[in-house]
């Protein structure tokens, strides 16, 4: 038996840091919202994120700050007020480095690259002298910098945001999209049929959201940009930051403590880019030369090896690569969002919540007997992962 609940503002597909921000935004702001999520809190793209709230590094390594610098180092800023309680309360969110490092590779391509870093960024990098350098930089022969780029876990944002608004966040799959008397009708399928109201169905869902938007009858131009993350796991330091050459981060590498003795490395950067085109062999060969190259005599005795592969879903463009600015758009009642980047969901949930007018129904929960999702593993933790010793 189908079971309809009362008409809300706004319904939002797609429980990852996105949906989560989004939800959020409206409710502080009085609008009357449920959010639907179809297998796990984060699952995708926010839990394979490695927590970094970039202040722009990644951008400007070319010397020029462009949309994508100026729009994430403005919000790496919204950020920083956040977790201080400042609007959305996140102090309770795990930090598990509150900067980074900045250091180059030999060669004239590193150095011009760490120059377009220090012209371009709003926060400028800070120079580290050699007896400051942390253990693991001692033998870098280049420049090392630090830089105010905060790194949290990811998984920690989502159970603080989640926590707040458990009874307006339920596990189920969309059925139909139908619109009625200028409202969407959701029919959504979590345990049993239950139809929601909506005046705004607003899509946060990543790569779900193309099929989403089939069955809503509009149009999806999405593209998926495939990478291949590595990682490491055994007695290593806490390393965070990124190792640079020319305009590109060749290895970023983020960590978390996994036990008392062992620590996983998270390592993206230009190496993710390129994975997807090796064998799974040839990869780990390359990024363990690529972290052994940025890390003289990097010591991984007693160390094990593991990949994954994600897609990176975003708005298409012409050449296939990264979009530079988040993404909204709205057709009738049905709203895409990709907010691109970790660091700029908040951005944009907070316009789309600014564009929302004042609520027209109660706030509304879930019935009881729908059920709620469990939070996503990241990536290290899932069982079936082939972790291989590194000789």
């Not at 970039?54 to 100026?70: C, E, I, N, P, R």
Request: aromatic share 6%.
């Amino acid at each position: 038996m189908s079971q309809e609940i009362p008409t809300v503002d706004v319904l939002i597909v797609g429980a990852g840091c996105a949906g989560l921000f989004l939800l959020d935004s409206l409710v502080r702001k009085g609008i009357s919202a449920l959010l639907i999520e179809s297998t796990a809190l984060g699952y995708g793209q926010t839990t394979s994120s490695q927590g970094i709230l970039h202040a722009g590094v990644k951008y400007s390594l070319g010397g020029l700050a462009g949309d994508d610098a100026t729009e994430a180092a403005a919000a790496a800023s919204l950020w920083s007020k956040m977790l201080s309680g400042d609007g959305t309360d996140l102090r309770t969110v795990r930090k598990l480095a509150d900067h980074c490092y900045l250091w180059r590779t030999a060669g004239l391509a590193g150095v011009a690259g760490m120059l377009g870093a220090k012209v371009a960024l709003r926060t400028r990098p800070e120079p580290v002298s050699n007896d400051a350098r942390p253990v693991w930089l001692k033998d870098v022969g280049g420049e090392v910098l630090t830089l105010a780029e905060t790194v949290i876990d990811p998984r920690s944002l989502l159970q603080v945001l989640a926590k707040r608004h458990a009874g307006c966040i339920a596990l189920g799959n969309v059925r139909r999209i139908v619109g009625e008397n200028g409202l969407q009708r959701i029919e959504i399928v979590g345990g049993r049929l239950v139809s929601v109201f909506a005046r705004q169905l607003i899509l946060t869902a990543g790569a779900g959201n193309e099929a989403l938007c089939k069955s809503a009858g509009i149009a999806c131009e999405m593209q998926r940009r495939p990478l291949r993350q590595a990682m490491i796991r055994g007695p290593l330091e806490m390393v965070f930051g990124h190792c640079i050459d020319g305009a590109k981060t060749r290895v970023t590498i983020t960590s978390d403590r996994i036990s008392s003795d062992e620590v996983v490395w998270h390592i993206g950067g230009q190496i993710a880019e390129d994975g997807p085109r090796m064998t799974l062999e040839n990869f780990r060969t390359h990024a363990i030369a690529e972290l052994r190259s940025a890390i003289p005599k990097l010591n991984l005795q007693g160390c094990s090896f593991a990949s994954y592969d994600v897609d990176r879903s975003e708005p298409r463009t012409g050449d296939g690569r990264r979009p530079p600015r988040a993404f909204t758009r709205t057709t009738g009642g049905v709203t895409i969002v990709w907010p691109i980047k970790l660091v700029l969901a908040p951005v944009i949930a907070a316009e789309i919540a600014a564009s929302i007018a004042a609520s027209e129904y109660p706030t509304a929960h879930w019935p009881s007997d729908v059920p709620a999702p469990e939070f996503a593993q990241r990536p290290w933790e899932v069982a079936t992962l082939s972790w291989d010793a590194i000789s």
